[in-house]
């Protein structure tokens, strides 16, 4: 049985205000603007996804620049032409977070970037009906971002998702619209059906529907 989203989205605003809900709500880009941005930018971002997991994300910031002069702004065919030696050499670097396997994930991911051949215009042509299977190919061609790391990779640079943070799934529980945690194919098939219900009754991109539906049972 679908749970309509009106009654969450009351909840929320009862608990936040319409202000505070405002405030919180982030805008996915078009596909025109996902399009149009470079390819460094992407593995940029995605590599700071990476590094971030784990650990304080106001401490994976405070050392991102040198991350970024390292790379040479991760320029995706200089990243993927690094030799062994040359990421071996970056443990050296105190800058750095001296992580070898997400160091080597750079160049690994440098190479899976070109080879779509613009990255941009391949996560602008995705689907929005297909979230889950954008995530799934996400870990299958880029290390590192298994979890919920493709999606919050994807909230990052501005494609239209939802994620499946805790208070997500607390609040698609507390509001009977799932049972349990979504592990399966299957069950992510199931959330994703249901968000898409949401999308149509609200006309909401998916980014805001899970946070206002986070919202609607947490502080």
């Known amino acids: ?21 405002a405030e919180r709500l982030v805008k996915p880009r078009t596909a025109e603007e996902l399009a149009s941005l470079p390819d460094a930018w992407f593995l940029d971002r995605m590599s700071l996804r990476i590094f971030r997991a784990g650990l304080k994300h ?12 390292v790379f040479r702004g991760f320029e995706p065919t200089f990243c993927a032409r690094l030799p062994d030696e040359a990421i071996e ?16 994930a750079v160049r690994a991911n440098a190479a899976a970037l070109l080879a779509l ?6 996560l602008a042509a995705w689907p929005s009906t297909d979230l889950v299977g954008l995530w799934a190919e996400l870990a299958r061609r880029f290390q590192q971002l298994g979890g919920n790391s493709a999606p919050t990779f994807l909230r990052m640079v501005g494609k239209d998702t939802f994620i499946l943070t805790d208070s997500v799934v607390r ?22 059906r249901i968000f898409a219900g949401w999308a149509a009754e609200t006309g909401r991109p998916y980014c805001q529907l899970s946070q206002i539906l986070a919202m609607s049972l947490d502080t």
């Open 117 to 122: 051949d613009g990255m941009g215009r391949w």
């Open 89 to 104: 050499a970056l443990l050296e670097d105190r800058r750095l977070i001296r992580n070898l396997p997400k160091l080597r």
């Open 58 to 69: 106001d401490l994976v910031d405070r050392k991102w620049p040198a991350f970024q002069e």
């Open 1 to 21: 049985m679908s749970v309509a989203f009106a009654p969450i989205e009351e909840a929320a605003l009862q608990r936040h205000g319409a202000a505070g809900v």
């Open 171 to 192: 609040a698609l529980n507390g509001w009977d619209a799932f049972a349990g945690t979504p592990r399966t194919n299957g069950d992510l098939a199931v959330v994703q």
